[in-house]
């Protein structure tokens, strides 16, 4: 290994700045060239790419988003695509690559390694914690305490008017940061993609739960059955004509911010760790946590396995709720 280039790819996710700055130092360690490429697959595609020195991760642990760019890339789904990123990877002399992202940039990272027979050691980075072959992936516990600590602040608002807010959050087709926001803010109800919610319980459920509340909340997955947060209000308002129903959509704010302490010491980890499995000789793999420990599984089975959260935790709100 002389040169590995490095991606970030999909959608950002705080953590991800840490998790380039510990593998370009790993490499730097070992004496091998790490090549930054921007903005993802499409960087590959026109031919983005430098040599990364120390100075260029200098105070970048702390901050958001990633310094590399990124972006969704329709033409790397094609064969033509792919084949302009194997000859710039190939003309650049790269040995192995790193690519930061969710479930599509590892299934682009899948397609590449089995058409250019490169080295490719996958990172989970991605705010929905979906990736099947690991606990946390970087930026989930970050996106995790920006929803907490919205709803604490939208909670005032709720019990100062006695209203009900539907608070929507992301997380595409899984329910992990609605569920475990749900807890960790003490809302009163869930609703996510993995768990049915029929309407007229919910309605019961929210009248058994005001009765001399000042107000309550509603999580709610965007890629819920009910379509997301004020299609759900709106279901559910011709049965609750005596209250004061609110939606919030809490949108993109769940991707920025200074990475917490737990994304860093991941992403920290990860990044160094790719290194080391590439100098090893190790190719299509993931790395993820298992508890306190650092595990891999392959690429192609965590593209193709599910990831979905603790369902027993729907049971753990229900027995919170006033009857």
């Known amino acids: 290994m002389k040169k590995i280039a490095l991606i970030t790819s999909g959608g950002d996710s705080p953590g991800m700045n840490a998790c380039i700055r510990a593998v370009v130092k790993t490499c730097l360690h070992y004496s091998i060239v790490p090549f930054g490429i921007y903005d993802g697959f499409q960087g590959m595609i026109d031919r983005k790419g430098y040599e990364m020195e120390y100075t260029d991760v200098d105070n970048i642990i702390h901050r958001g988003g990633t310094i590399l760019g990124t972006a ?33 940039s590892f299934t682009g990272a899948y397609h590449l390694g089995q058409e250019m027979n490169i080295p490719i050691i996958g990172i989970p980075g991605t705010i929905d914690n979906d990736i099947y072959g690991t606990d946390h992936t970087i930026g989930y516990d970050t996106a995790l305490n920006t929803v907490t600590e919205a709803v604490d602040k939208i909670r005032d608002t709720a019990a100062s008017h006695h209203r009900i807010f539907f608070i929507e959050v992301m997380g595409r087709d899984a329910g992990f940061i609605a569920l475990n926001s749900a807890i960790s803010s003490g809302a009163e109800n869930v609703l996510i993609p993995e768990k049915h919610m029929d309407i007229e319980k919910l309605v019961r459920d929210i009248k058994a739960q005001n009765k001399g509340r000042r107000g309550s909340i509603i999580m709610v997955a965007e890629g819920d059955e009910w379509g997301g947060a004020l299609e ?22 769940q991707r920025g911010g200074s990475p917490s302490a737990l994304d860093r010491i991941i992403a920290t980890r990860m990044g160094s760790f790719a290194i080391e499995l590439l100098k090893e000789g190790k190719t299509n793999l993931m790395i993820g946590t298992e508890g306190e420990h650092l595990v891999t599984c392959s690429i192609e089975q965590g593209i193709k396995e599910n990831s979905i959260p603790d369902l027993k935790k729907i049971k753990l709100l229900a027995k919170l709720r006033t009857k």
Do not use: Q
């Open 232 to 253: 759900l209000m709106e279901k559910v308002k011709p049965f609750l004509p005596d209250y004061d129903l609110r939606c919030s959509v809490l949108g993109h704010i």
């Open 72 to 104: 969704r890339c329709k033409e790397f789904m094609e064969l033509e695509g792919r084949l302009k990123a194997i000859d710039y990877l190939k003309s650049e002399n790269i040995d192995g690559l790193v690519v930061i992202g969710g479930d599509g």
